[in-house]
């Protein structure tokens, strides 16, 4: 194989996949590098939910629906705030994604699609997963992806590290710069399409991004936002952290480690009803624990300093609610052992070691018993009140907002390619998945299955057309 790809990807994620098996299917060479040891990147560790519209699957079903109609629901969800250039690419595409991964043997969970699940739902039945969650959209991309390895088609490195773009004296991008194991080297493209991921996995780059929003995350170790960093370098756009959303909610299981969040936190009142009562750091409650709408508990969490809450409850409640963290059944050992579960005699003992005001914590309990008492909670409208804390020891939980994903990311044009800060496009830099900012497809909100369905068919439609695209493009210079 030459030295001079016709395609280079850079990460061979939920989009980088996509786009190196299209655009060796259809003749090109490829280069992909990889700073893991192993393909699939967020893959593996996604919940895996997607969106697609006009699926062969739900017309088997007679659901009638369209990109359009999927496009707008979007923008209902997230209030207008999708960019509508890619919201409309995403939603006109994700249809034939979805197709092409049943071709290749992508099994939903068998009523799938619906049409919601762990956020706001959308109108129409749309929404799908598997049982081995985005493991199983991995397990359909990987043969293929391997065949077009071994057959010679797609020269693929891991353990490659990109460190940065190269330009040529016009500003295009020829090639990239990487670390291999210590060793550098450039390699040359005629085209290089950026596919690492996002930056959550990044402090440094988190906190310049997105100062007053403190990292609590958990995602792909290799979400260091390089793509975003060399290309910002070579003078592109970056923009998007303000429409960042946190997640509700999760618990460190380390203080001092961002990333170390506890798996299984059950919050979402549609897996089990609350018995505590939430409260900020004021030592007051901040949302009705038992809301319907994801969305409006994560804004209400969103506005609270530092997105912190803490989980409060009693000796009453902990015998008789639901486990909170099915995954963890000694989690009750925590409580007095661990910074993150305190455990106290009394209302005012709990309250100091939460570092709450005392005074607030006892008024705003006091008040929630007066509602449970009255079956009334004319504070905040909660309607499932199962009993009062009142039963010593106390407890809280110490919580806040997590993200899984990043923001801010690249500008694109409606082909893809990488922008400027002057809106012009870098020529032979194009760029799909999460380094275009979580925020561009879904807004400020969490719009079902709008990160992953959007790398994937970004990525699948990258591999299809860029060759098309740049021979149009010399065609027409
Ligand atoms: C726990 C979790 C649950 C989620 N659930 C959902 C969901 O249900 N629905 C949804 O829509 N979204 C979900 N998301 C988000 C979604 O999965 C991601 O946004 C999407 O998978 C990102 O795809 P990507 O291709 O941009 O990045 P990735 O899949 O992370 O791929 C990036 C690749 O680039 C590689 N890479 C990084 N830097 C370099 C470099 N310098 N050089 C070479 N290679 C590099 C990485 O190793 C990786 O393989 C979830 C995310 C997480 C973490």
């Not at 092409?100 to 956020?119: D, F, Q, T």
């Not at 979400?223 to 946190?246: N, W, Y």
Request: with cysteine; glycine share 10%.
């Amino acid at each position: 194989m030459s030295d001079m790809w016709d395609v280079i990807v850079v990460g061979a994620g939920s989009a980088g996949l996509p786009a190196a098996i299209r655009a060796a299917e259809r003749g090109a060479r490829v280069l992909q590098v990889d700073a893991d040891e192993k393909i699939g990147g967020t893959l593996h560790l996604s919940s895996g939910q997607i969106s697609a519209a006009g699926t062969k699957r739900q017309k088997r079903l007679g659901i009638v629906d369209t990109a359009q109609a999927h496009y707008d629901d979007a923008q209902r969800i997230a209030e207008g705030t999708i960019d509508p250039t890619l919201g409309k690419l995403a939603t006109a595409n994700a249809g034939a994604t979805y197709d092409w991964l049943e071709e290749l043997g992508y099994e939903p969970i068998n009523h799938m699609p619906v049409s919601g699940g762990a956020h706001e739902p959308y109108l129409t039945r749309r929404y799908y997963w598997a049982e081995n969650m985005a493991v199983a959209i991995h397990d359909v991309l990987k043969p293929v992806h391997d065949k077009l390895v071994a057959d010679g088609k797609i020269d693929l490195r891991l353990k490659t590290r990109m460190t940065g773009i190269v330009t040529d004296a016009d500003g295009a991008a020829v090639g990239i710069t990487v670390d291999n194991g210590g060793k550098a080297e450039t390699l040359h493209g005629k085209n290089i399409v950026v596919t690492t991921g996002g930056y959550a996995h990044n402090v440094d780059l988190w906190k310049e991004m997105t100062p007053d929003i403190p990292l609590r995350a958990y995602t792909n170790d290799y979400s260091r936002g390089d793509g975003l960093v060399a290309a910002r370098e070579i003078g592109a756009k970056v923009d998007g952290a303000d429409t960042f959303l946190c997640t509700f909610a999760g618990v460190l299981d380390d203080p001092k480690d961002p990333y170390s969040t506890a798996l299984g936190m059950q919050f979402a009142p549609q897996m089990r009803e609350p018995w505590e009562i939430y409260v900020n750091t004021d030592g007051k409650r901040f949302v009705r624990e038992d809301h319907p709408s994801v969305d409006e508990r994560e804004h209400a969490l969103l506005a609270q300093k530092d997105q912190r809450m803490f989980v409060v409850f009693d000796e009453g409640i902990r015998q008789n609610a639901p486990h909170i963290n099915p995954l963890d059944p000694a989690l009750h050992d925590k409580f007095g052992n661990h910074p993150h579960y305190t455990k106290a005699d009394t209302l005012a003992a709990l309250a100091k070691q939460m570092g709450v005001d005392a005074a607030n914590l006892e008024a705003t309990v006091a008040a929630y018993n007066a509602a449970v008492d009255s079956g009334e909670d004319k504070e905040l409208g909660r309607v499932r009140m199962f009993r009062k804390i009142e039963e010593a020891p106390f407890y809280a939980i110490h919580a806040g907002g997590i993200t899984v994903v990043s923001p801010a990311g690249l500008n694109v044009t409606a082909d893809l390619q990488v922008v400027k800060e002057d809106g012009t496009p870098i020529p032979k830099l194009y760029a799909a998945g999460e380094v275009l900012g979580f925020g561009r497809l879904s807004g400020k909100a969490f719009v079902n299955g709008m990160s992953l369905m959007p790398a994937l068919s970004f990525g699948r439609l990258l591999g299809e057309k860029i060759l098309k695209w740049e021979a149009a493009r010399a065609a027409a210079e």
